[in-house]
């Protein structure tokens, strides 16, 4: 590989090229990946500090050394499953004695498996149908509704007071933007058509569009409602 | 060892391992890169002015870095407004109360960083140009942006250091900005809220009306506040010795509480962007095992004191389960503002908004000498005049529609 050669970002007619070589190729051809890896000493600092391996079998010095190794098919085998692990908490980016940056380098291997539509993608982003509708459509992340007792049995005996007369205790908030429930503040439409535009121009929609279809329609009809209720707003 | 091997050997090393001399060298500054480019006339910076009244503090590497007080844009954080509301109702109300000037408005997305690194349903590019819209509207509207999200804190420094590095970034990143009828800008700082509440901690520290000296708190520094890019971050000498940063530890110490180290205070919380919702058994088992457990039973702590919306939530969401396995601790976690706006004065239930929180915080408020029980009456009886139809109260003026 030439290694000025680099991109910004994923080529959407690439979706479903799984083959190990040109995994490889797009993960190193990142613009971020030679500003995350270095080399590496082995010493095995980001491990020890890595909260993920002390409880799953993941270590970001193996996630490094099979990098640089080269070896294509080790690389594809990490992307199914084994680098998902990883919380993203950087405390191995901050670390490292050489200043790689192992969770920067997941994040370009996340992005590579999703974008080439990897199986193990499809599982692993099933539970998050939720969290991409409201991201794509209002670019909030969590609301107050999601949180509720059903999904968070776990949370403990407060959470059904949470879900409860939710819309009265969001009033009782005394900020303006936050007194809603399905959002975690209020956005304009304009926001919102602004946003589906970067969508549009950055491959977004175009990559759920691949990943999950059913999501998608969701999302387009949404997308079509509010650019129409904009538009109709602007011409007045 | 054979001639050839050695050799081969030594230029894997050169070549794939020996860039140690970088650990000599300090990271460039990017804000020198970005005031270049402002010469050039590739991208407009905002600049704080003097209505921001900035104030200057040394960051890790003993660089200057000016917090801007005034005349803030809230960046707001969709986690802490979608369920843990007292969080930047307790930062605007300290505003309030310092008499200073800001703007809450509808025009703003999350960082949707959130969903990047649990997901990696993004790219580079909408990271950026969702930032850059964020950007821009507080630009247009005379406000310096305010974080409120360690994690949109750091993924802000990183999207600002990349866009000066790269110029196709930042041809990219314009042409959609044109497209939605915005330009390229970039902030001169990416600024905290808990930077903004460390530079003004003597002025709220002030306005304290209960004693905490009797009071325990350990600190949780969030990672992506510190150790993403971790030369932007404010050291002081007085605090740790100058080893760790300061916010959130020194406004603790300027309310008189006791803060006590804990030996696992440099870990995560282990939020883990997918983990909390997809893989929680990780999530409560770190944050039980690593930080809760260690925090009660190492430095007997009365409250956990957090910076950033995923580790409040993974730290007070996960003790409940934790009975399951005999872990009984009940430790209130709250963030460092509202802990200060309860100190100052603030109402527990309308302000601080702790009813949403899952651990138990009333004992933490009765050893205060704070009246939670009347707070509680009177929030009930306000929630009942809301749904008879009474207009909700609010921190600031209603936009004019």
Redesign the interface.
């Known amino acids: 590989m030439n290694p000025t050669e680099t991109h910004l970002k994923l080529d959407p007619d690439e979706v479903g090229i799984q083959d190990a070589e040109s995994l490889l190729h797009a993960i190193q051809s990142d613009v971020r990946y030679h500003e995350a890896i270095h080399g590496c000493l082995n010493c095995g600092v980001c491990s020890g500090s890595c909260p993920s391996h002390r409880f799953f079998d993941y270590s970001p010095r193996i996630v490094v050394q099979t990098l640089l190794s080269g070896d294509a098919e080790a690389v594809k085998g990490m992307m199914d499953e084994y680098i998902w692990a990883c919380a993203q908490c950087y405390t191995c980016a901050m670390r490292c004695p050489l200043h790689n940056s192992p969770g920067g380098l997941v994040m370009i291997m996340r992005e590579v498996a999703v974008w080439r539509g990897m199986e193990a993608v499809h599982r692993l982003l099933k539970p998050y149908g939720r969290v991409l509708l409201k991201v794509l459509s209002i670019g909030n992340q969590l609301t107050p509704d999601m949180i509720q007792p059903d999904f968070f049995p776990d949370w403990g005996p407060k959470i059904p007071w949470s879900s409860t007369d939710l819309a009265i205790k969001r009033q009782a908030i005394p900020v303006y933007t936050l007194q809603v429930t399905n959002s975690a503040w209020r956005v304009s439409p304009e926001t919102s058509y602004e946003l589906y535009t970067i969508y549009e121009e950055t491959g977004v929609f175009r990559l759920i569009e691949q990943i999950d279809p059913n999501l998608y329609e969701v999302v387009a009809d949404m997308v079509e409602e509010l650019r129409e209720s904009v538009e109709e707003a602007r011409a007045r | 060892m054979p001639t050839e091997l050695k050799t081969t050997g030594w230029d894997f090393v050169t070549t794939?391992?020996?860039?140690?001399a970088?650990?000599h060298q300090n990271?460039e500054d990017p804000r020198e890169h970005l005031k270049e480019l402002e010469e050039k006339g590739e991208v407009t910076v905002i600049h704080m002015t003097e209505e921001n009244r900035p104030i200057t503090v040394e960051t890790l590497l003993g660089r200057s870095k000016r917090i801007p007080t005034n005349k803030l844009w809230h960046h707001?954080?969709?986690?802490?407004?979608?369920?843990i509301?007292g969080y930047?109702?307790s930062i605007?109300w300290f505003m309030n109360r310092l008499g200073l000037e800001y703007l809450?408005?509808?025009?703003?997305?999350?960082c949707?960083a959130?969903?990047?690194?649990?997901?990696?349903?993004?790219?580079?590019?909408?990271l950026a140009?969702?930032a850059v819209?964020n950007w821009h509207?507080a630009y247009e509207t005379g406000y310096y942006p305010l974080i409120h999200c360690g994690t949109s804190f750091?993924n802000y420094k990183e999207i600002r250091n990349?866009l000066v590095e790269?110029q196709?970034?930042r041809d990219?990143v314009r042409?959609?900005m044109n497209?939605?009828g915005?330009d390229l800008v970039i902030p001169e700082e990416i600024v905290h809220y808990s930077e903004w509440l460390h530079v003004l901690r003597k002025e709220v520290a002030a306005m304290k009306i209960y004693d905490v000296s009797h009071v325990v708190a350990t600190v949780h520094p969030a990672?992506?506040v510190?150790?993403?890019i971790?030369e932007d971050v404010i050291y002081d000498g007085s605090i740790y010795g100058g080893e760790r940063p300061a916010p959130t530890t020194a406004i603790l110490l300027e309310l008189g509480a006791q803060v006590r180290d804990y030996s696992t205070w440099?870990?995560?919380c282990?939020?883990?962007?997918?983990?909390i919702?997809?893989?929680?058994e990780?999530s409560?088992?770190?944050s039980l095992e690593?930080k809760i457990k260690v925090m009660v039973e190492e430095a007997q702590s009365d409250v956990a004191i957090t910076q950033d919306t995923g580790c409040t939530t993974t730290l007070d969401?996960?003790?409940?389960?934790g009975k399951a396995h005999g872990y009984d601790y009940e430790l209130p976690v709250m963030a460092d503002v509202q802990f200060a706006a309860l100190l100052a004065g603030a109402d527990p239930y309308?302000?601080a908004?702790l009813?949403?929180?899952?651990a138990g915080w009333e004992k933490l408020l009765d050893k205060i000498g704070i009246d939670w029980r009347t707070s509680k009456q009177q929030?009930e009886s306000?929630?009942e005049e809301?749904?008879a139809g009474k207009a909700?109260?609010?921190?600031?003026p209603?936009?004019m529609v």
């Not at chain 2, 794939?16 to 140690?20: F, G, I, S």
Request: proline letters at 6%; aromatic letters at 12%.
């Open positions: 794939k391992v020996d860039k140690r970088i650990q990271p707001k954080s969709c986690g802490q407004c979608g369920n509301p930047p109702t605007m809450d408005e509808t025009h703003q997305t999350s949707t959130w969903n990047y690194h649990g997901s990696g349903t993004s790219n580079l590019v909408a140009a969702v819209r509207r750091g990349l790269h196709e970034l990219e042409r959609i497209k939605v915005r990672c992506h510190w150790k993403m971790p440099y870990d995560c282990g939020f883990g962007f997918r983990h919702l997809t893989e929680r990780f409560r088992s770190f690593r969401k996960n003790q409940w389960i309308k302000v908004q009813q949403w929180h899952t929030y306000y929630l809301l749904k909700p109260d609010q921190l600031y209603l936009p």
